[in-house]
């Protein structure tokens, strides 16, 4: 029998991956079953199976890629020399973000996450390391930001990363629930907590 290719394999995973989201932003993770998910996918049992032996293994692959995004943006501007300002850090890590913000985006599904995070230690350690990173990465910015003398040289970087990461959830969460602010209006509003003096 001839060996399947690993853009096939790749594919197929995608398919039900695709499939599985697209369940879980419509039903919830608790009420979508394995047969939701293989219905929509259009694939058999086996197929689904193979890759995900478990819904708990859909919802982990999910999260890796609802909660994981915007780790790889900030990755790629640390690496930046000169270093970005923070708020253009920020507001790239928000045009990720609202790419995602589509009702079948991950961005609904990292809701959730959190929510199923709560019941399963191990997606509860999932998301604490991929979070700590996405904090880490805006820490290393606010160090960098302070040999540029864009942050006081007495702030604590890690304060600072910390702020920063929860400006993320915050808009998005924002725009879940009402609707808005745009991205635009809420960085200009975070501009002007920023601005010196105020």
């Known amino acids: 029998m001839p060996r399947v ?5 790749a594919a197929r995973r995608r398919q039900i991956v695709d499939a599985a989201r697209r369940c879980f932003v419509r039903d919830g993770f608790h009420r979508t079953t394995m047969q939701d998910v293989i219905a929509e996918a259009g694939l058999s049992v086996g197929a689904v199976y193979r890759y995900f032996p478990s819904k708990a293994d859909l919802i982990n692959a999910i999260a890796e890629e609802a909660v994981g995004g915007v780790e790889g943006i900030l990755a790629d501007l640390i690496r930046r020399d000169p270093p970005p300002p923070l708020l253009d850090a920020l507001d790239r890590a928000l045009e990720y973000v609202e790419t995602q913000m589509g009702d079948d985006g991950v961005v609904r599904i990292a809701i959730q996450v959190w929510g199923e995070a709560q019941r399963d230690p191990a997606l509860a350690a999932f998301v604490a390391r991929t979070y700590d990173g996405i904090r880490s990465n805006f820490e290393t910015l606010a160090r960098r930001a302070q040999r540029t ?18 400006l993320i ?30």
């Not at 290719?5 to 394999?9: A, T």
């Open 5 to 9: 290719s690993e853009q096939h394999l």
């Open 169 to 198: 959830p915050g808009w998005f969460l924002q725009c879940v629930l009402t609707g808005r602010p745009d991205r635009a209006t809420y960085l200009a509003g975070v501009r002007a907590l920023l601005r010196p003096g105020a």
């Open 149 to 166: 003398g864009e942050v006081p040289p007495d702030a604590d970087p890690e304060a600072v990363g910390a702020a920063l990461f929860a």
